[in-house]
């Protein structure tokens, strides 16, 4: 499986994002499905989930601004991404348990600027 992330940009605080990663296979039997982060200098940090159960977790940070969606048919995950301040900038990531494997997309660059 493959996970094919898309989406970043460039955008000014406050604005908003959506981004999107779509898998080779399909995701309906993943285990988990979200997305993480890197910020500059910093560790890659989880930032969203969706579990089998249809469950969904938040970083603290991001609480109230992200949301994250699943799409079964298009085999897609989505991370809507609101509010966004300058502490958001960083490389995303798509992650996914998969069949008992975990996957990594390829990043996509969010930078928030004025």
């Known amino acids: 499986v493959q996970l094919q992330a898309y989406g970043g940009g460039l955008v000014q605080p406050g604005g908003s994002l959506t981004l999107s990663c779509t898998a080779s296979g399909s995701i309906s039997s993943a285990d988990y499905m979200g997305w993480s982060r890197q910020a500059p200098g910093k560790q890659r940090a989880l930032v969203a989930t969706f579990t089998s159960d249809g469950s969904t977790d938040y970083a603290d940070s991001v609480k109230g601004r992200f949301t994250i969606s699943r799409d079964k048919r298009k085999n897609t995950v989505s991370l809507q991404m609101n509010s966004l301040k300058a502490d958001d900038t960083a490389v995303y990531y798509c992650?996914?348990?998969?069949?008992?494997?975990?996957?990594w997309g390829q990043g996509t660059l969010v930078t928030v600027s004025s």
């Open positions: 992650n996914g348990i998969i069949g008992g494997r975990l996957y």
